[in-house]
């Protein structure tokens, strides 16, 4: 509290503290209500030996209870309230414990995604050697056809200009 830290053993003391005192405080409350009833329960029955015993007991019955079964209804010093569990402070190794929970979930969600991107990368390398084969093809089929084109022009000019010209000679 303001600025100042305490271990858990200081914390558990200090709430032991609290919690003996409560104890103490029950045990003096719980011995002045049973005097209390006991002066109430010595009075009564000195009036009810004035009366007559039989509307007495009638009386008593229906009247309040006996000193007694109310000393069974108040709290006991075993049954001292609990702290609430709020009160608890992380310790050292509750951090710990948290920081470990945490750097799990995150190298998993790292290696997720170094698993993704490599898959991405791999899949791009496939495409670039497919785009690539392809490529090849391509060109190694316009070629050809250049070849052809080249060829069958060359026919044309040897069939037009040559032997239009060796007709020429002959004739």
């Given at each position: 509290?303001?600025?100042?830290?305490?271990?858990?053993?200081?914390?558990?003391?200090?709430?032991?503290?609290?919690?003996?005192?409560?104890?103490?405080?029950?045990?003096?409350?719980?011995?002045?209500?049973?005097?209390?009833?006991?002066?109430?329960?010595?009075?009564?029955?000195?009036?009810?030996?004035?009366?007559?015993?039989?509307?007495?007991?009638?009386?008593?019955?229906?009247?309040?209870?006996?000193?007694?079964?109310?000393?069974?209804?108040?709290?006991?010093?075993?049954?001292?309230?609990?702290?609430?569990?709020?009160?608890?402070?992380?310790?050292?190794?509750?951090f710990?414990?948290?920081?470990?929970?945490?750097?799990?979930?995150?190298?998993?969600?790292?290696?997720?995604?170094?698993?993704?991107?490599?898959?991405?990368?791999?899949?791009?390398?496939?495409?670039?050697?497919?785009?690539?084969?392809?490529?090849?093809?391509?060109?190694?089929?316009?070629?050809?056809?250049?070849?052809r084109?080249?060829?069958?022009?060359?026919?044309?000019?040897?069939?037009?200009?040559?032997?239009?010209k060796?007709?020429?000679?002959?004739?």
């Amino acid at each position: 509290v303001g600025g100042t830290t305490h271990s858990s053993s200081a914390f558990v003391s200090v709430v032991d503290g609290q919690h003996e005192s409560s104890k103490i405080e029950l045990s003096a409350r719980k011995k002045a209500i049973q005097d209390r009833l006991k002066e109430l329960d010595v009075k009564s029955k000195s009036s009810d030996n004035t009366n007559n015993s039989s509307t007495s007991e009638a009386a008593s019955s229906s009247a309040a209870p006996t000193a007694t079964t109310l000393l069974s209804k108040l709290p006991t010093a075993a049954k001292a309230p609990q702290l609430p569990s709020s009160l608890k402070t992380d310790t050292h190794w509750d951090f710990t414990l948290k920081e470990m929970a945490w750097l799990s979930a995150d190298f998993q969600s790292e290696r997720k995604r170094q698993k993704s991107q490599a898959k991405k990368l791999s899949n791009a390398i496939l495409q670039y050697h497919a785009t690539l084969a392809s490529k090849k093809k391509r060109e190694c089929a316009s070629f050809e056809a250049r070849v052809r084109r080249l060829g069958g022009k060359m026919g044309r000019m040897v069939q037009n200009h040559y032997w239009k010209k060796m007709e020429r000679v002959v004739e």
